[in-house]
Every structure is written in C-alpha cells, then in structure tokens.
Nanobody
Framework: QVQLVESGGTLVQAGGSLRLSCAAS????????MGWFRQAPGQEREFVAA????????YYADSVKGRFTISKDKAENTVDLQMNSLKPEDTAVYYC??????????????????WGQGTQVTVSS
C-alpha cells in the first residue's frame, strides 16, 4: 500500500476554484490507478474522478464533468483535482484513493485499497 496525504481543502465562494493535491509515498506509485471521492455529512462516499496509472484515461462523475479535472504527476508522486465553478453541493470531505491492482470499475470505493485522511472543502453560497 501507499501512504496518501491530501491538501488544499478550504472555504471558497460559489463559482470559485480550488485545487486539491494528493501526495503519495512509495516507489510503486507510478503503477497505481488513482481516484478522488467525497463524502458529505449523512451521505455515502461518492465517486468524483479517477485516472489510470498511465494517465491515458480519466473518468468523472456526471455531477462534476466539465468542471473538475484530475491529473497525475508521476515524477512528483502527486494526483491533483482542479475544481472550477464550485457549487454549494460540492461541499464535502474529499478523499484521495489508490488501487494497487487493476479494476475495471474505478467508480466503486471498493476498487481502491489505500485512502488518505481527507480534506474539507466548503463552498458557500
């Protein structure tokens, strides 16, 4: 497993932008598929975005498509989530996740075996 640490969460106004970063430790990070999930109070953890280890394929939840962009910097061992046009409903704790083995469906939390501690994003109206 890899160790994951998220950063960048804060309070932002609706319509604003925010960039989350996930720093990973471990020399095999380059071969991991990565994802971002979020969880609002009283709700289940939901898929936000994912990227294959090669960076060749990305996946997004319909609710964030066109507004969020996931990217992976293998040299820096980081995975970022650029969030634009933020809405109050984007408010949640955002978690970074890593999959050490191949899964066809990266939209399921169960496809990932390493998780960060989360970072709070609050979007005010």
């Amino acid at each position: 497993q890899v160790q994951l640490v998220e950063s960048g969460g804060t309070l932002v106004q609706a319509g604003g932008s925010l960039r989350l970063s996930c720093a990973a430790s471990g020399r095999t990070f380059r071969s991991y598929d990565m994802g971002w999930f979020r969880q609002a109070p009283g709700q289940e953890r939901e898929f936000v975005a994912a990227i294959r280890w090669s960076g060749s394929n990305t996946y997004y939840a319909d609710s964030v498509k066109g507004r969020f962009t996931i990217s992976k910097d293998k040299a820096e061992n980081t995975v970022d989530l650029q969030m634009n046009s933020l809405k109050p409903e984007d408010t949640a704790v955002y978690y970074c996740a890593a999959a050490s083995y191949y899964n066809n469906d990266l939209k399921r939390p169960g496809s990932f075996d390493s998780w960060g501690q989360g970072t709070q994003v609050t979007v005010s109206s």
